[in-house]
């Protein structure tokens, strides 16, 4: 039965209880009616009753007086008298057809009270005459009458008595109806509540846009797994697959959210043909998915895994729009011991060391638990440490110029942070784990207020030095950093040419579109632009063409033994003419000696730094060694 039957049927049922209460509190109310009337008429009978008797008994003591004037009831009649008129002047309340009687027993009580006298004179045979010849016949007409109306009130009250019978099984069996129905509706209400219950509890559990269980419903089976998985019952064992669709976000902002819902659905429906019945699949937020393996070969997951990768080598075709996309896959086999928690978080940690190696899948060992709770504690002083001001300080290595009369032309800002326990940590270790998490838009922010900030005691120096900072990815694509970079040269005071951003050819190719106009943003604000690393990715001439960029860095991987190797020479040579024919200068990184220095220079390179020069060194030292 659907929803809209249920709801007819409940309607209905309400309908038809709400009527059998309507009428029956009609009927209750005639039913009151008539128990009034029942009253009533009772009380008339009763009254008429009364009278009659009253009378009757003023009659016997009349004739007891009249055969012993001296008895005792020659001294009851006054009072009998005065009851009985009482008793009359009540019927005649009740009833206006009781006034005759009334007006005759005032008449007897003055023929009486002359009867009574004639007897106290000893006038017998006259009393007894007015005896039989005005008051008998006067109390036989007012008892005759007395008794007809109680004769007629006694048919009316036999009758409401009949009616009120017949009401009060009518109500009995209105009664029985509503409560019959009542437990009707009492118990569809209480079976559709059930079925609301279900139907809520299903769509807690359910991901409305995929169909699929979601991280409710997955961690409840989990658990339930983990507890029948334990080694002293027969049972499978568990592993856990987090599955991240690579790229989707990039899907979602351009082709927008429809386009992604749609994705999502499909790729959804792609997880779960792979698996079992056995299995199961949920979407858990976002891109991303899990899936429980019950089997007791762990080795299986790596099989699952490869089927779940061939299963995305199939395009998305969305309307017009033909989308191919990746998975990256974790894996973690329940331990002895292991509750849901630490089971997705091993398998999200070998999710994690997947996408960071870009290999497609990785299985959780105990290494790699104890490098995800080594990152965990570094993120966690990282977070500290960006609260503290004394924690993060630059250096800075010279950029020189290879070209004319040389010397200092810019600086390189490079980020150091000095661990309050562990003292130093290279960089190599700590800016990885920054780019994974928000805390790099913080980090980046601390870093170009420092630089600016440098920049401007230089610049009040007398010193007009541009200063270099390296961005990520996030921080670039982030839609708020130009205009946050705008306020702190304004905050700072420095012009926007003292000020260069260094990116990678990976964040060129990550998002090209969103690069340009990021960049141009940038560069509306007279912030010079460099292409860090070029060689190492895999940048397309079209975009470098269209980048609105002043420098490129080339990667000292091929600087370094540019003299020895011709194919190095080679590149770096087709670097700089490259360079030169868009309008760009260049940057040669990891100059080592004067050999390198000069073959550079004789290639046409316009700027160079390493070690060669100077290595990176605080601000305080800068003027004071003369760069090589």
Known sequence: ????????????????????????????????????????AGDQVSAYQEAAYLSAREMSLLRASAADPRSAERLQVLGADTETYQATLRIAELNPEATTVVQRQIHLRQVITWYLS????????????????????????????????????????????????HDSRRLLVAGILTFVLSLVVIALFVWNSRAHRRQVETMATTDLLTGLPNRIAFTEQLQRALVAARPDRAA???????????????????????????????????????????????RTGGDEFAIMLRD???????????????????????????????????????????????????????????????????RFTGQSGQDSADRLTLLGDLRRALTDASQFTLHYQPKIGLGGAGGLIGVEALARWH??????????????????????????????????????????????????????????????????????????????????????????????????????????????????????????????????????????????????DPSSRALVASSVDLAHNLGLTVVAEGVEDAATAEALAALGCDTAQGYHFARPMPAVDLFQTQPA
Do not use: C
Not at 257 to 266: F, I, K, S, T, Y
Not at 433 to 451: D, G, Q, Y
């Open 236 to 282: 499978p064992g568990v592993t856990v697959l987090t599955v991240n669709i690579n790229g989707f976000r990039h899907v979602n902002d351009q082709l927008g959210p429809h386009v992604g819902d749609r994705l999502l659905a499909e790729a959804g429906r792609r997880l779960s043909t792979v698996v079992r019945d056995t299995d199961m699949v949920a």
């Open 118 to 165: 004639m007897l106290d004179q000893g006038k017998i045979t006259e009393a007894r005459e007015t005896l039989e010849a005005s008051i008998a016949p006067a109390y036989r007409r007012n008892g005759a009458k007395l008794l007809e109306l109680r004769n007629r009130y006694q048919q009316e009250y036999d009758e409401r008595v009949a009616d009120a019978r």
């Open 419 to 564: 661990h309050p326990a562990r003292g130093p940590v290279p960089p190599g270790q700590f800016v990885p784990v920054l780019e994974t998490t928000s805390l790099i838009h913080p980090f980046t922010e601390r870093v170009l207020t420092i630089a600016l900030q440098q920049a401007r005691e230089w610049l009040d120096a007398g010193h007009r030095i541009p200063v270099a900072v390296n961005l990520s990815t996030r921080s670039l694509l982030d839609e708020s950093f130009p205009d946050r970079l705008a306020a702190l040269l304004a905050s700072t005071g420095v012009p926007g040419e003292l000020l260069g951003i260094e990116i990678t050819e990976h964040t060129v190719m990550s998002d090209p579109s969103t690069t340009i106009e990021a960049l141009n943003r940038v560069r509306a604000l007279g912030v010079t632009t460099s292409i860090d690393d070029f060689g190492t990715g895999y940048s397309s001439m079209t975009y470098l063409k269209l980048l609105p960029v002043d420098e490129l860095k080339i990667d000292r991987s091929f600087v370094a033994d540019m003299v020895t």
């Open 1 to 40: 039965m659907n929803h809209r039957s249920r709801r007819l049927m409940f309607g209905t049922l309400i309908a038809s209880l709400a009527l059998l209460s309507g009428l029956a509190l009609v009927d209750s109310q005639r039913h009151a009616r008539i128990v009034e009337d029942i009253a009533r």
């Open 296 to 362: 007791l070969d762990p080795a299986r997951a790596e099989d699952v895994a490869a089927r779940l990768r061939e299963a995305f080598d199939e395009p998305f075709q969305l309307d017009d729009v033909t989308v191919d996309l990746e998975i990256s896959i974790g894996a973690a086999t329940a331990a002895d011991g292991d509750d849901v928690s630490t089971l997705l978080g091993n398998a999200d940690s070998a999710l994690h060391d997947a996408k960071e190696q870009h290999d497609g899948y990785r």
